[in-house]
């Protein structure tokens, strides 16, 4: 029953990291990392380059965390693996967030 409730952890971290990571590719195209922009600037090389790179850290971010919540979960008992999922999480998401915040900036930069 336990592998279950592992299983379900793991793949919903695997499920928020898929989704952060195609976030840019999915969004539409007069809008770019929540910053809205012309069509035309869209396959800009600058902003195709930040979209790369943005699922890049996405994915091997999430890939980290992920391992370590893999490596955490079996030696935690069942309070501790709740709230090393939830820290996990937010801490997966604020450190995107950061990123986020400096491709903004230099978004606004190139236009």
């Given at each position: ?22 976030t840019?590719?999915?969004?539409r ?19 195709v ?5 943005y ?35 937010f ?21």
């Open positions: 029953m336990k592998w279950i409730m592992y299983g379900t952890i793991i793949l919903l971290q695997i499920f928020v990291v898929a989704i952060m990571a195609i840019p590719y999915i969004t195209k007069t809008e770019s990392f929540g910053i809205a922009i012309p069509q035309e600037v869209y396959n800009k090389p600058t902003l380059q930040f979209r790369k790179r699922a890049h850290n996405c994915a091997i971010l999430g890939g980290i965390v992920t391992i370590l919540l893999i490596g955490l979960i079996p030696v935690l008992n069942e309070n501790s693996r709740s709230v090393a999922y939830v820290v996990s999480l801490g997966y998401l604020s450190d995107l967030s950061l990123f986020i915040t400096i491709s903004s900036s230099l978004t606004r930069s190139f236009m």
